[in-house]
Protein backbone atom coordinates (compact mmCIF):
# COMPACT_ATOMS: atom_id res chain seq x y z
CA UNK A 1 0.00 0.00 0.00
CA UNK A 2 1.24 3.45 -0.97
CA UNK A 3 1.83 5.94 1.60
CA UNK A 4 -0.51 9.19 0.77
CA UNK A 5 1.94 12.04 -0.09
CA UNK A 6 1.89 15.08 2.13
CA UNK A 7 0.93 17.41 0.13
CA UNK A 8 2.16 21.22 0.71
CA UNK A 9 -0.11 24.07 1.26
CA UNK A 10 -0.22 26.83 -1.46
CA UNK A 11 0.87 30.07 -0.13
CA UNK A 12 -0.46 31.74 -3.33
CA UNK A 13 -3.80 31.11 -2.67
CA UNK A 14 -3.75 32.50 0.87
CA UNK A 15 -4.58 35.87 1.73
CA UNK A 16 -2.55 37.76 4.46
CA UNK A 17 -3.91 38.06 7.80
CA UNK A 18 -1.32 40.73 9.26
CA UNK A 19 -3.23 44.43 9.50
CA UNK A 20 0.01 46.21 9.31
CA UNK A 21 -0.44 45.45 5.76
CA UNK A 22 -3.78 46.30 4.46
CA UNK A 23 -4.59 45.46 0.52
CA UNK A 24 -7.21 46.78 -1.52
CA UNK A 25 -7.93 43.93 -4.06
CA UNK A 26 -11.28 43.54 -6.38
CA UNK A 27 -13.55 44.37 -4.11
CA UNK A 28 -14.66 47.90 -4.71
CA UNK A 29 -13.91 50.52 -2.56
CA UNK A 30 -16.52 53.04 -0.46
CA UNK A 31 -17.54 55.60 -2.53
CA UNK A 32 -15.68 58.47 -1.55
CA UNK A 33 -17.12 62.47 -1.06
CA UNK A 34 -15.84 65.07 -3.73
CA UNK A 35 -12.86 66.68 -2.99
CA UNK A 36 -13.09 70.08 -1.31
CA UNK A 37 -11.73 71.96 -4.34
CA UNK A 38 -13.18 72.01 -7.79
CA UNK A 39 -10.92 71.72 -10.52
CA UNK A 40 -11.85 72.64 -14.36
CA UNK A 41 -10.23 70.07 -17.21
CA UNK A 42 -10.22 73.21 -19.41
CA UNK A 43 -8.01 75.27 -16.83
CA UNK A 44 -4.52 75.77 -16.90
CA UNK A 45 -2.62 74.49 -13.53
CA UNK A 46 0.51 75.10 -11.78
CA UNK A 47 2.29 72.93 -9.44
CA UNK A 48 0.79 69.57 -9.71
CA UNK A 49 1.87 66.50 -7.89
CA UNK A 50 4.38 64.43 -10.06
CA UNK A 51 3.26 60.48 -10.39
CA UNK A 52 5.55 58.19 -12.24
CA UNK A 53 4.26 55.19 -13.54
CA UNK A 54 7.48 52.49 -13.57
CA UNK A 55 8.12 48.57 -13.66
CA UNK A 56 9.74 46.62 -16.13
CA UNK A 57 9.06 46.18 -19.49
CA UNK A 58 5.48 45.08 -21.44
CA UNK A 59 4.02 44.98 -17.94
CA UNK A 60 1.28 47.95 -19.47
CA UNK A 61 2.56 51.07 -18.50
CA UNK A 62 2.10 52.77 -21.53
CA UNK A 63 -1.70 51.62 -21.97
CA UNK A 64 -2.40 52.68 -18.71
CA UNK A 65 -0.96 56.07 -18.91
CA UNK A 66 -2.89 56.65 -21.81
CA UNK A 67 -5.94 55.19 -19.97
CA UNK A 68 -5.32 57.94 -17.18
CA UNK A 69 -4.33 60.73 -19.82
CA UNK A 70 -7.68 59.70 -21.80
CA UNK A 71 -6.22 59.84 -25.23
CA UNK A 72 -3.22 57.61 -27.12
CA UNK A 73 -0.21 59.89 -25.91
CA UNK A 74 2.45 56.92 -25.41
CA UNK A 75 3.20 54.31 -27.93
CA UNK A 76 1.80 50.81 -27.20
CA UNK A 77 3.23 47.90 -29.22
CA UNK A 78 4.15 44.20 -27.93
CA UNK A 79 7.67 44.55 -28.64
CA UNK A 80 9.89 45.12 -25.26
CA UNK A 81 11.29 48.09 -25.02
CA UNK A 82 8.96 50.73 -27.22
CA UNK A 83 9.47 53.44 -24.65
CA UNK A 84 12.29 54.91 -23.90
CA UNK A 85 12.08 58.55 -22.93
CA UNK A 86 10.08 59.52 -20.41
CA UNK A 87 6.31 60.66 -21.39
CA UNK A 88 4.85 63.61 -19.55
CA UNK A 89 0.82 65.14 -19.71
CA UNK A 90 -1.68 66.78 -17.34
CA UNK A 91 -4.17 64.09 -16.77
CA UNK A 92 -7.19 63.95 -14.39
CA UNK A 93 -7.32 61.13 -11.73
CA UNK A 94 -10.72 60.94 -9.61
CA UNK A 95 -11.50 64.51 -10.18
CA UNK A 96 -7.97 66.27 -9.42
CA UNK A 97 -4.74 67.30 -11.73
CA UNK A 98 -2.06 65.65 -11.64
CA UNK A 99 1.83 65.60 -13.94
CA UNK A 100 1.25 61.94 -15.00
CA UNK A 101 4.57 60.07 -16.35
CA UNK A 102 5.11 57.12 -18.39
CA UNK A 103 8.98 55.57 -17.59
CA UNK A 104 10.99 52.94 -20.49
CA UNK A 105 10.76 49.31 -18.90
CA UNK A 106 13.29 47.94 -16.30
CA UNK A 107 15.70 45.54 -18.51
CA UNK A 108 18.08 43.00 -16.68
CA UNK A 109 19.03 40.87 -19.40
CA UNK A 110 21.07 42.90 -21.96
CA UNK A 111 23.30 41.75 -25.01
CA UNK A 112 26.49 43.54 -23.55
CA UNK A 113 28.16 45.63 -26.45
CA UNK A 114 25.64 46.00 -28.33
CA UNK A 115 24.00 49.68 -29.32
CA UNK A 116 20.59 48.27 -27.88
CA UNK A 117 22.66 47.46 -24.41
CA UNK A 118 23.81 51.04 -24.76
CA UNK A 119 19.91 52.42 -25.27
CA UNK A 120 18.50 50.28 -22.53
CA UNK A 121 21.50 51.42 -20.04
CA UNK A 122 20.31 55.03 -21.06
CA UNK A 123 16.38 54.19 -20.59
CA UNK A 124 17.08 52.69 -16.72
CA UNK A 125 19.61 55.94 -15.78
CA UNK A 126 16.19 58.29 -17.22
CA UNK A 127 13.76 56.20 -15.20
CA UNK A 128 15.87 56.26 -12.23
CA UNK A 129 16.23 59.76 -12.09
CA UNK A 130 11.96 60.55 -12.57
CA UNK A 131 11.90 58.29 -9.69
CA UNK A 132 13.84 60.63 -7.77
CA UNK A 133 12.06 63.60 -8.86
CA UNK A 134 8.63 61.99 -8.42
CA UNK A 135 5.47 62.39 -5.60
CA UNK A 136 3.81 59.68 -5.99
CA UNK A 137 5.51 55.77 -7.54
CA UNK A 138 2.98 53.41 -9.15
CA UNK A 139 4.79 50.39 -9.82
CA UNK A 140 3.33 48.37 -12.26
CA UNK A 141 3.49 44.41 -11.93
CA UNK A 142 2.13 41.46 -14.49
CA UNK A 143 0.02 38.82 -12.46
CA UNK A 144 2.18 35.65 -13.82
CA UNK A 145 5.49 34.23 -12.00
CA UNK A 146 7.49 37.22 -10.56
CA UNK A 147 10.37 37.79 -12.82
CA UNK A 148 14.24 38.63 -11.59
CA UNK A 149 13.46 42.36 -13.08
CA UNK A 150 10.57 42.85 -10.80
CA UNK A 151 12.83 41.65 -7.72
CA UNK A 152 15.72 43.65 -8.97
CA UNK A 153 13.34 46.56 -9.24
CA UNK A 154 11.76 46.21 -6.24
CA UNK A 155 15.02 46.42 -4.24
CA UNK A 156 15.84 49.70 -6.50
CA UNK A 157 12.44 51.11 -5.03
CA UNK A 158 13.19 50.53 -1.53
CA UNK A 159 14.71 54.18 -0.50
CA UNK A 160 11.59 55.49 -2.06
CA UNK A 161 9.00 53.07 -0.19
CA UNK A 162 6.82 55.44 1.46
CA UNK A 163 5.68 56.61 -1.99
CA UNK A 164 5.17 53.50 -3.64
CA UNK A 165 1.98 52.25 -5.18
CA UNK A 166 1.71 48.64 -6.26
CA UNK A 167 -0.62 47.87 -8.79
CA UNK A 168 -0.84 44.23 -10.58
CA UNK A 169 -2.34 44.66 -14.44
CA UNK A 170 -3.64 41.75 -16.49
CA UNK A 171 -6.16 40.77 -13.60
CA UNK A 172 -9.31 41.51 -15.63
CA UNK A 173 -12.31 39.60 -14.67
CA UNK A 174 -10.38 37.88 -11.49
CA UNK A 175 -7.84 36.12 -14.05
CA UNK A 176 -4.44 35.45 -12.31
CA UNK A 177 -5.26 37.09 -8.96
CA UNK A 178 -4.18 33.82 -7.26
CA UNK A 179 -0.94 34.17 -8.56
CA UNK A 180 -0.97 37.68 -7.85
CA UNK A 181 -1.12 37.79 -3.80
CA UNK A 182 2.53 36.69 -4.17
CA UNK A 183 3.30 40.38 -4.28
CA UNK A 184 2.61 40.74 -0.68
CA UNK A 185 5.91 38.87 0.36
CA UNK A 186 7.92 42.19 -0.66
CA UNK A 187 5.93 44.42 2.12
CA UNK A 188 3.96 46.79 0.13
CA UNK A 189 1.05 48.45 2.17
CA UNK A 190 -1.51 48.24 -0.74
CA UNK A 191 -2.09 46.20 -3.55
CA UNK A 192 -4.37 46.94 -6.19
CA UNK A 193 -5.93 44.11 -9.17
CA UNK A 194 -6.43 46.11 -12.12
CA UNK A 195 -6.69 45.62 -16.12
CA UNK A 196 -5.56 48.64 -17.62
CA UNK A 197 -6.71 47.27 -21.13
CA UNK A 198 -10.70 46.56 -19.87
CA UNK A 199 -9.91 49.10 -17.09
CA UNK A 200 -11.61 46.76 -14.04
CA UNK A 201 -10.59 48.61 -10.62
CA UNK A 202 -9.49 51.59 -12.40
CA UNK A 203 -11.46 53.83 -10.26
CA UNK A 204 -10.12 52.33 -7.10
CA UNK A 205 -6.65 52.82 -8.29
CA UNK A 206 -7.10 56.21 -8.98
CA UNK A 207 -8.78 57.55 -5.59
CA UNK A 208 -5.82 55.38 -4.53
CA UNK A 209 -3.40 57.71 -6.10
CA UNK A 210 -5.10 60.93 -4.86
CA UNK A 211 -5.35 60.07 -1.39
CA UNK A 212 -1.49 59.78 -1.17
CA UNK A 213 -0.99 63.35 -2.91
CA UNK A 214 -0.48 66.66 -1.71
CA UNK A 215 -2.55 68.93 -3.77
CA UNK A 216 -1.92 72.10 -1.53
CA UNK A 217 0.12 74.15 -3.69
CA UNK A 218 -1.58 73.68 -6.55
CA UNK A 219 -2.69 76.92 -8.14
CA UNK A 220 -5.00 78.11 -11.17
CA UNK A 221 -2.96 80.11 -13.93
CA UNK A 222 -4.66 83.04 -16.02
CA UNK A 223 -5.42 82.16 -19.73
CA UNK A 224 -2.77 85.20 -20.75
CA UNK A 225 -0.37 82.57 -18.60
CA UNK A 226 -0.58 79.71 -20.84
CA UNK A 227 2.71 78.10 -21.63
CA UNK A 228 3.46 78.65 -25.21
CA UNK A 229 3.72 75.71 -26.82
CA UNK A 230 6.77 74.41 -28.73
CA UNK A 231 7.16 71.51 -30.84
CA UNK A 232 10.61 70.94 -32.05
CA UNK A 233 10.24 68.85 -35.62
CA UNK A 234 12.88 67.51 -37.96
CA UNK A 235 14.77 65.15 -39.46
CA UNK A 236 16.38 62.47 -37.55
CA UNK A 237 19.83 63.38 -35.61
CA UNK A 238 19.18 67.21 -36.47
CA UNK A 239 19.91 67.93 -32.93
CA UNK A 240 16.34 67.73 -31.44
CA UNK A 241 16.86 66.21 -28.10
CA UNK A 242 19.83 68.69 -27.93
CA UNK A 243 17.68 71.51 -28.29
CA UNK A 244 15.16 69.97 -25.27
CA UNK A 245 17.30 69.22 -22.89
CA UNK A 246 19.01 72.75 -23.46
CA UNK A 247 15.83 74.90 -22.75
CA UNK A 248 14.66 72.56 -20.29
CA UNK A 249 18.21 72.44 -18.26
CA UNK A 250 17.27 68.71 -17.76
CA UNK A 251 18.08 65.34 -19.38
CA UNK A 252 14.67 63.95 -20.30
CA UNK A 253 15.48 63.25 -23.85
CA UNK A 254 18.09 60.67 -24.55
CA UNK A 255 20.63 61.34 -27.11
CA UNK A 256 22.37 59.43 -28.95
CA UNK A 257 23.84 59.11 -32.55
CA UNK A 258 21.88 55.95 -33.37
CA UNK A 259 18.93 57.30 -35.46
CA UNK A 260 15.37 56.64 -34.19
CA UNK A 261 16.27 57.37 -30.60
CA UNK A 262 13.45 59.12 -29.81
CA UNK A 263 10.18 57.53 -30.46
CA UNK A 264 7.48 59.45 -27.76
CA UNK A 265 6.87 62.57 -27.64
CA UNK A 266 8.65 63.86 -24.75
CA UNK A 267 6.96 67.03 -22.88
CA UNK A 268 9.11 69.22 -20.72
CA UNK A 269 8.85 73.22 -19.49
CA UNK A 270 10.74 76.27 -18.77
CA UNK A 271 10.49 79.59 -18.27
CA UNK A 272 12.15 82.35 -20.05
CA UNK A 273 11.81 86.44 -20.13
CA UNK A 274 8.92 85.84 -17.60
CA UNK A 275 7.36 83.55 -19.58
CA UNK A 276 6.44 80.23 -19.56
CA UNK A 277 7.18 77.47 -22.26
CA UNK A 278 5.64 73.36 -23.04
CA UNK A 279 8.41 71.98 -25.18
CA UNK A 280 7.63 68.41 -27.13
CA UNK A 281 10.64 67.10 -28.66
CA UNK A 282 9.49 64.45 -31.11
CA UNK A 283 10.66 61.57 -33.01
CA UNK A 284 12.76 62.84 -36.66
CA UNK A 285 10.58 62.36 -39.82
CA UNK A 286 11.95 60.43 -42.29
CA UNK A 287 10.75 59.74 -45.73
CA UNK A 288 8.23 57.35 -45.52
CA UNK A 289 9.79 54.53 -47.78
CA UNK A 290 12.47 54.32 -45.11
CA UNK A 291 10.32 53.84 -42.38
CA UNK A 292 9.50 49.96 -41.77
CA UNK A 293 9.11 49.15 -38.12
CA UNK A 294 5.43 49.90 -36.86
CA UNK A 295 7.28 51.70 -33.88
CA UNK A 296 8.89 53.95 -35.94
CA UNK A 297 5.72 54.44 -38.12
CA UNK A 298 3.74 55.07 -34.76
CA UNK A 299 6.26 57.49 -33.63
CA UNK A 300 6.45 59.84 -36.97
CA UNK A 301 2.57 59.81 -36.96
CA UNK A 302 2.50 60.87 -33.11
CA UNK A 303 5.14 63.74 -34.23
CA UNK A 304 3.29 65.09 -37.09
CA UNK A 305 -0.03 65.29 -34.64
CA UNK A 306 2.14 67.49 -32.29
CA UNK A 307 1.29 70.27 -34.87
CA UNK A 308 -2.37 69.92 -34.13
CA UNK A 309 -1.51 71.35 -30.21
CA UNK A 310 1.24 73.70 -30.71
CA UNK A 311 1.97 77.73 -31.30
CA UNK A 312 5.15 77.64 -32.75
CA UNK A 313 7.26 74.83 -34.53
CA UNK A 314 11.40 74.79 -34.24
CA UNK A 315 11.67 73.27 -37.76
CA UNK A 316 15.49 71.83 -37.17
CA UNK A 317 17.96 71.37 -40.28
CA UNK A 318 21.21 70.07 -40.09
CA UNK A 319 23.42 72.80 -40.80
CA UNK A 320 26.09 70.26 -42.47
CA UNK A 321 23.74 68.69 -44.32
CA UNK A 322 21.66 71.17 -45.71
CA UNK A 323 18.08 71.37 -46.41
CA UNK A 324 15.48 68.44 -47.66
CA UNK A 325 12.83 67.27 -49.07
CA UNK A 326 11.31 66.20 -46.21
CA UNK A 327 11.58 69.69 -44.41
CA UNK A 328 9.54 70.74 -47.40
CA UNK A 329 6.57 68.31 -46.29
CA UNK A 330 6.79 69.35 -42.71
CA UNK A 331 7.13 72.67 -43.43
CA UNK A 332 4.19 72.62 -45.47
CA UNK A 333 2.32 70.16 -42.90
CA UNK A 334 2.52 72.90 -40.22
CA UNK A 335 1.64 76.13 -42.80
CA UNK A 336 -1.20 74.50 -43.17
CA UNK A 337 -2.73 74.32 -39.90
CA UNK A 338 -1.51 77.98 -39.76
CA UNK A 339 1.46 77.59 -37.21
CA UNK A 340 4.25 79.86 -36.49
CA UNK A 341 7.64 78.73 -37.86
CA UNK A 342 10.87 79.01 -37.34
CA UNK A 343 13.90 77.52 -39.65
CA UNK A 344 16.81 76.41 -36.66
CA UNK A 345 20.00 75.81 -38.72
CA UNK A 346 21.51 73.74 -36.18
CA UNK A 347 25.52 72.71 -35.91
CA UNK A 348 25.96 76.55 -37.26
CA UNK A 349 29.12 76.59 -35.10
CA UNK A 350 30.93 73.71 -37.53
CA UNK A 351 30.25 76.54 -40.15
CA UNK A 352 32.41 79.43 -41.56
CA UNK A 353 32.01 82.11 -39.29
CA UNK A 354 30.52 85.73 -40.90
CA UNK A 355 27.36 86.95 -42.06
CA UNK A 356 28.52 86.29 -45.43
CA UNK A 357 28.26 82.54 -45.25
CA UNK A 358 24.40 83.04 -43.35
CA UNK A 359 23.53 85.04 -45.84
CA UNK A 360 24.01 82.44 -48.57
CA UNK A 361 22.18 79.89 -47.06
CA UNK A 362 18.94 82.20 -46.51
CA UNK A 363 19.22 83.24 -49.89
CA UNK A 364 19.44 79.92 -50.67
CA UNK A 365 16.25 78.71 -48.39
CA UNK A 366 14.21 81.63 -49.48
CA UNK A 367 14.78 80.17 -52.91
CA UNK A 368 13.39 76.91 -51.65
CA UNK A 369 10.68 78.18 -49.58
CA UNK A 370 9.37 80.99 -51.67
CA UNK A 371 5.95 81.03 -50.45
CA UNK A 372 7.14 81.61 -46.79
CA UNK A 373 9.60 84.42 -46.88
CA UNK A 374 7.92 85.60 -43.46
CA UNK A 375 9.16 82.67 -41.62
CA UNK A 376 12.56 83.92 -39.64
CA UNK A 377 15.65 81.77 -40.45
CA UNK A 378 18.21 81.80 -37.04
CA UNK A 379 21.51 79.82 -36.48
CA UNK A 380 22.41 77.48 -33.55
CA UNK A 381 24.21 75.39 -31.52
CA UNK A 382 22.28 73.35 -29.45
CA UNK A 383 25.20 71.83 -28.09
CA UNK A 384 26.59 74.84 -27.12
CA UNK A 385 23.32 77.01 -26.13
CA UNK A 386 24.89 79.26 -28.86
CA UNK A 387 21.89 81.94 -30.61
CA UNK A 388 19.70 80.02 -27.50
CA UNK A 389 18.01 83.58 -26.61
CA UNK A 390 17.76 85.34 -29.96
CA UNK A 391 15.63 81.82 -30.76
CA UNK A 392 13.67 82.37 -27.84
CA UNK A 393 12.95 85.80 -28.33
CA UNK A 394 11.84 85.21 -31.35
CA UNK A 395 8.90 82.48 -30.41
CA UNK A 396 8.07 85.05 -28.00
CA UNK A 397 6.97 87.63 -30.97
CA UNK A 398 5.84 85.18 -33.33
CA UNK A 399 3.42 83.79 -30.33
CA UNK A 400 2.52 87.59 -29.75
CA UNK A 401 1.28 87.48 -33.47
CA UNK A 402 -0.66 84.38 -33.63
CA UNK A 403 -2.69 85.72 -30.32
CA UNK A 404 -3.48 89.08 -31.98
CA UNK A 405 -6.98 90.37 -32.64
CA UNK A 406 -7.78 93.57 -34.68
CA UNK A 407 -10.89 95.64 -34.01
CA UNK A 408 -13.38 95.22 -37.12
CA UNK A 409 -13.21 99.02 -37.31
CA UNK A 410 -9.48 99.45 -38.00
CA UNK A 411 -9.57 96.25 -40.46
CA UNK A 412 -12.04 98.18 -43.12
CA UNK A 413 -10.09 101.74 -42.52
CA UNK A 414 -7.14 100.02 -43.53
CA UNK A 415 -8.78 98.01 -46.10
CA UNK A 416 -10.22 101.33 -47.79
CA UNK A 417 -6.96 102.53 -47.96
CA UNK A 418 -5.58 99.31 -49.63
CA UNK A 419 -8.69 99.37 -51.76
CA UNK A 420 -7.42 103.10 -52.91
CA UNK A 421 -3.61 102.45 -53.02
CA UNK A 422 -4.45 99.47 -55.70
CA UNK A 423 -7.62 99.10 -56.66
CA UNK A 424 -9.62 96.12 -57.87
CA UNK A 425 -8.59 95.00 -61.47
CA UNK A 426 -11.63 96.22 -63.25
CA UNK A 427 -13.04 94.27 -66.22
CA UNK A 428 -17.12 93.70 -68.46
CA UNK A 429 -15.95 89.52 -67.24
CA UNK A 430 -15.05 89.77 -64.06
CA UNK A 431 -17.15 92.23 -61.87
CA UNK A 432 -17.10 92.86 -58.30
CA UNK A 433 -17.07 95.11 -55.26
CA UNK A 434 -15.13 94.34 -51.86
CA UNK A 435 -17.39 95.28 -49.08
CA UNK A 436 -15.83 94.85 -45.97
CA UNK A 437 -13.34 92.55 -44.15
CA UNK A 438 -13.49 91.08 -40.63
CA UNK A 439 -11.11 88.84 -38.47
CA UNK A 440 -12.59 85.30 -37.68
CA UNK A 441 -10.05 83.75 -35.49
CA UNK A 442 -6.31 83.82 -33.81
CA UNK A 443 -3.73 81.08 -33.27
CA UNK A 444 -4.09 80.06 -36.15
CA UNK A 445 -5.06 83.70 -37.83
CA UNK A 446 -7.41 84.11 -40.29
CA UNK A 447 -9.30 86.68 -41.79
CA UNK A 448 -12.81 86.82 -43.80
CA UNK A 449 -13.36 89.70 -47.01
CA UNK A 450 -17.11 89.91 -47.96
CA UNK A 451 -17.64 90.72 -51.43
CA UNK A 452 -20.03 90.88 -54.68
CA UNK A 453 -18.80 87.91 -56.89
CA UNK A 454 -16.05 86.47 -54.68
CA UNK A 455 -14.91 83.83 -57.12
CA UNK A 456 -14.37 86.73 -59.26
CA UNK A 457 -11.38 88.62 -57.48
CA UNK A 458 -8.34 87.16 -58.78
CA UNK A 459 -6.09 85.61 -57.28
CA UNK A 460 -3.13 87.91 -57.39
CA UNK A 461 -5.37 90.29 -55.83
CA UNK A 462 -6.21 88.23 -52.85
CA UNK A 463 -2.54 87.47 -53.06
CA UNK A 464 -1.85 91.19 -52.46
CA UNK A 465 -4.75 91.68 -49.72
CA UNK A 466 -3.03 88.98 -48.13
CA UNK A 467 -0.04 90.41 -47.68
CA UNK A 468 -0.93 94.01 -46.69
CA UNK A 469 -2.52 91.92 -44.08
CA UNK A 470 0.57 90.58 -42.69
CA UNK A 471 2.71 94.06 -43.26
CA UNK A 472 0.32 96.98 -42.63
CA UNK A 473 -1.35 94.84 -39.11
CA UNK A 474 1.78 93.45 -37.60
CA UNK A 475 1.15 89.68 -38.72
CA UNK A 476 4.64 89.67 -40.60
CA UNK A 477 6.29 86.42 -39.51
CA UNK A 478 3.24 83.88 -39.64
CA UNK A 479 1.06 82.21 -41.91
CA UNK A 480 -2.20 84.72 -42.24
CA UNK A 481 -5.91 82.44 -43.78
CA UNK A 482 -7.52 84.74 -45.97
CA UNK A 483 -11.05 83.56 -47.27
CA UNK A 484 -13.78 85.74 -49.55
CA UNK A 485 -17.42 85.20 -49.09
CA UNK A 486 -20.45 86.52 -51.03
CA UNK A 487 -21.94 89.29 -49.61
CA UNK A 488 -26.01 89.98 -49.88
CA UNK A 489 -27.16 93.49 -51.20
CA UNK A 490 -29.43 95.67 -49.36
CA UNK A 491 -32.26 94.05 -50.94
CA UNK A 492 -31.08 90.25 -50.27
CA UNK A 493 -30.19 91.30 -46.48
CA UNK A 494 -33.85 92.67 -46.01
CA UNK A 495 -35.98 90.26 -47.80
CA UNK A 496 -33.46 87.12 -45.36
CA UNK A 497 -34.70 89.44 -41.98
CA UNK A 498 -38.42 89.41 -43.15
CA UNK A 499 -38.35 85.59 -43.68
Not at 89 to 96: D, E, L, S, T, V
Not at 358 to 378: C, E, K, S
Amino acid sequence: MKKARKQKPDFSRQKPQDDAAPLMSAAPSPVQEEPPQAFSRDAYYRNLPLVVIAGRPNVGKSTLFNNFVGRRQAIVAPTPGVTRDPVEAQAFIAGRPVQLMDTGGFKLDRDIGTMEAVMDELVVEKTVAMIRRADLILLLLEAGTVTGEDEEFIALLRPYWDKVIAAVNKCEGGRNESVAWNYLRYGFKTVLFISAVHGDHIPELQQEIVSRLDFSRVEEGRESERPIRIAILGKPNTGKSTLSNRLTHSENSIVSDYAGTTRDVVEGAFTYGGRDFAVVDTAGIRRRARVKADVEYYSVNRAIKTLDECDVVFLMIDAQDGLAEQDKKICALAHERGRGIIFVLNKWDTQEPGRKAFRAVTDYMRTMFGHMNWAPILPLSALKGEGIKDLLNTAIALYGQLTRRVETAALNIALKDWLLRYPPPASKAARFKIRYMTQTGTNPVSFVIFATNPDKVPERYVAYLKNRIREDLGFDQIPVRLELKASRTRWEQRERETE
